[in-house]
């Protein structure tokens, strides 16, 4: 079983900057696949960025690259997104998921965080 919390979301102008955090209990999660998803009211949830569990393979969608970056606590029981140069379009809920898996959509992940509401304002 793995529990993920996330933190960090919040208000900012556009062009702004953003730290999410997420850290994980169970003792397996360090061996999981682990990124961050977000959701518009109405939309479905896609995948903003995954990291593998060693952190040999990193992607990203196409609409976030070169302004976001993800990253893994060296303890590997935490998970980061820095979210720079942000878009009135960056507004989303954005949850922490983990799977054993490359997963690249919601119905290949087990484990999500409640979720944290991320909003820029232009």
């Known amino acids: 079983q793995v529990q993920l919390v996330e933190s960090g979301g919040g208000l900012v102008q556009d062009g702004g900057s953003l730290r999410l955090s997420c850290g994980a209990s169970g003792r397996t999660f360090s061996r999981y696949s682990v990124g961050w998803f977000r959701q518009a009211p109405g939309k479905e949830r896609e995948v903003v960025a995954r990291?593998?569990?060693?952190?040999?393979?990193?992607s990203y969608a196409d609409s976030v690259k070169g302004r976001f970056t993800i990253s893994r606590g060296n303890a590997r029981n935490m998970v980061y997104l820095q979210m720079n140069s942000l878009k009135p379009e960056d507004t989303d809920v954005y949850y922490c998921?983990?799977?054993?898996?490359?997963?690249?959509?919601?119905?290949?992940?087990?484990?999500w965080g409640q979720g944290t509401q991320v909003t820029v304002s232009s």
């Open positions: 998921a983990a799977d054993p898996s490359l997963f690249t959509t919601t119905a290949q992940v087990d484990y």
């Open positions: 990291i593998t569990w060693c952190g040999g393979s990193i």
